[in-house]
Structure formats: structure tokens, C-alpha cells
């Protein structure tokens, strides 16, 4: 079954759009009739990105940009001369983030603090520069990238899935504080999905892995995307504070 135009007029912002589950999900939302302005950490990549989707199909309504999306000036700035072009924002997905799997002996408190500028506060920065703009056009959508993570923690690398409780706690408390202004906050927590951030594992790595996930593989980008794009629908009209595990029922 083809479903079409799900968000048909609908403008969405995705950060780290350029590749992986990012990329992933602003295909789907071109598919589905959105206007899209990805963002990326380079103007270039965020080019290539776009290049690439017009060989999909040159009709997709897809731009680009690369603010620094931890840097609050840069991303408010960012969103006004969006709003100014698009006369809204329907979506915003944060969805760019970093991993790391240092153990704590190793840390350094400047990699633990990179990990919190990208996979935290740039979540709040984005969010609190976009929510003037819905409260006052009166509806939007907030969906965040969590992580299965956030669920178990990790044996290493603890910066990772202390940013994605993090994550989670944003996403809870904000669809409570922002539901009387008709503003829906999600998050997705997907299990390990074969992006840049899993292309380091080796295959037989990933093959044991899969053996321990009930669905018996991976995720795909695709996998994690058609999440977003539920909650981004109208389908999802009364879901708000939720963290949508997509895993393949992984335990840990
Ligand atoms: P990826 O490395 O393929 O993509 C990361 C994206 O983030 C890229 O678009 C990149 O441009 C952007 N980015 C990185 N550093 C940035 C910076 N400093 N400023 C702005 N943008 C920056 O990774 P992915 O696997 O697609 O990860 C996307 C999200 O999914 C992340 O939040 C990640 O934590 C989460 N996630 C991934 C997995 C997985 O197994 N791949 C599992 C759970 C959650």
C-alpha cells in the first residue's frame, strides 16, 4: 500500500539530515508531500545531501543549512530567516548526535562535554528557538532521537546514554509543558541501526548482534525513519510525551 501525502504542506526542520537516520528521514518526509531544510555540521555535506535527493527526484522542495546548532545566537537566527522564507515550522526532528565509548578512566572532560553540546543542549536550543514560532501559529511537532540507550545505559562510553536520558527528560517534560500550546513532543529510541555510526563494528560483530535481537538483524535507517514519520503525521494527533522504542525488541 502507497501512502501519500501524509505531510503535505507541512515545512519540517531535521538536524543532521545529511546522512544515516537522519538522511533516512527527510526522504520520507519528501515522500510524503513535506518541505524539508535539513541541516548539517558543514554547508557542503548539507549540499551533497540535497544533490542527492534531487537525483531521487528533482521535485523534492528540499534546503539546507549548517548553523551551529549548539551555539543558541546561531540557531535562533537560523530559525527566524526560516520562518521568514516558509512563514512557519510545522516539525522539528533533533535528531544529529555523536557517540563515544570511552571508558570513564579515559574520558576527557572535553569529550564529555562535546557529547552534552551536541546530543543535549543542541536539542534544547533548537527546541526553545522553534516553540515561539508553533505556540503562535498554534500546533507543532517535536519528535527527538533518543536511543535504546536510554533505556539500559552502557558498559562504556557513559556521556553517550547519560545524553540520551537526558534526551528523554527533555522530551517528557516538555510535551507536558508545551501541550496547552498544541505542541507535541516524541522521542524515538532506536536500536542499533547500520549507519556511519555502526560501519566501525565488524561484520561478524554485527552478525552477533543480531542473533540477540528477537526480530534477528539490525536496523535499517528506512526502519527508524517510517517511526518518525507516524509521529510526525496526524496519525499520532494524540500522542505526545512518548519514547517509541524501535529495536526489534533488543534487550540488553
Ligand atoms: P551518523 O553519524 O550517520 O549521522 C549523524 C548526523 O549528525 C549527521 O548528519 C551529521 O552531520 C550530524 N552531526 C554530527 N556532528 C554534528 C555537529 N557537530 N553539528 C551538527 N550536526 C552534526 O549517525 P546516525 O546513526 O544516523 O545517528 C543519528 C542519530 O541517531 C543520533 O542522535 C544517534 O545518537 C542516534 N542513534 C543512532 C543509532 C545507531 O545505531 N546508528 C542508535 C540509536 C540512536
Known amino acids: 500500500m502507497i501512502i501519500q501525502d501524509l505531510l503535505k504542506d507541512q515545512i519540517a526542520v531535521v538536524t543532521g539530515g545529511t546522512r544515516g537516520i ?4 527527510v526522504q520520507k518526509f519528501l515522500e510524503q508531500g513535506a518541505t524539508v531544510i535539513l541541516f548539517g555540521s558543514r554547508q ?3 549540499e551533497a545531501a540535497i544533490a542527492k535527493l534531487h537525483s531521487e527526484n528533482p521535485e523534492y522542495s528540499v534546503t539546507g543549512l549548517a548553523p551551529d546548532i549548539t551555539d ?23 535528531n544529529a548526535g555523536i557517540s563515544a565509548r570511552d571508558s570513564l578512566y579515559d574520558y576527557s572532560e572535553a569529550d564529555f562535554d562535546k557529547i552534552m553540546d551536541l546530543n543535549v543542549k543542541a536539542v534544547w536550543n533548537c527546541t526553545k528557538a522553534v516553540a515561539p514560532y508553533m505556540r503562535d501559529q498554534g500546533s507543532g ?15 562504556s562510553g557513559c556521556g553517550y546514554p547519560a545524553s540520551k536520558f537526558a534526551v528523554n527528560g527533555l ?7 508545551l501541550g496547552k500550546d498544541h505542541i507535541r513532543v516524541n522521542a524515538v529510541a532506536p536500536g542499533v541501526t ?11 560483530m554485527v552478525s552477533r548482534i543480531s542473533a540477540d535481537i528477537p526480530l534477528g538483524r539490525i536496523g535499517e535507517p528506512v526502519d527508524i525513519a517510517n517511526a518518525f514519520l507516524f509521529l510526525a503525521s496526524p496519525l499520532a494527533s494524540y500522542i505526545t510525551g512518548t519514547i517509541l522504542s524501535v529495536d526489534g525488541a533488543t534487550q540488553v
Open 141 to 155: 511537532c517535536i519528535i527527538n532521537t533518543s536511543s535504546m540507550v536510554s533505556l539500559y545505559g552502557q558498559p
Open 72 to 94: 543558541l545566537t546561531s540557531v535562533e537566527q537560523t530559525f527566524s530567516q526560516i520562518v521568514k522564507e516558509h512563514k512557519r515550522i510545522d516539525i522539528l526532528v533533533n
Open 44 to 46: 557542503s555535506s548539507a
Open 194 to 204: 547500520r549507519t556511519d555510526m555502526v560501519a566501525a563494528l565488524p561484520e561478524d
Open 22 to 25: 537522519g538522511y533516512a528521514i
Open 171 to 177: 522530551t517528557k517534560s516538555l510535551a507536558r509543558e
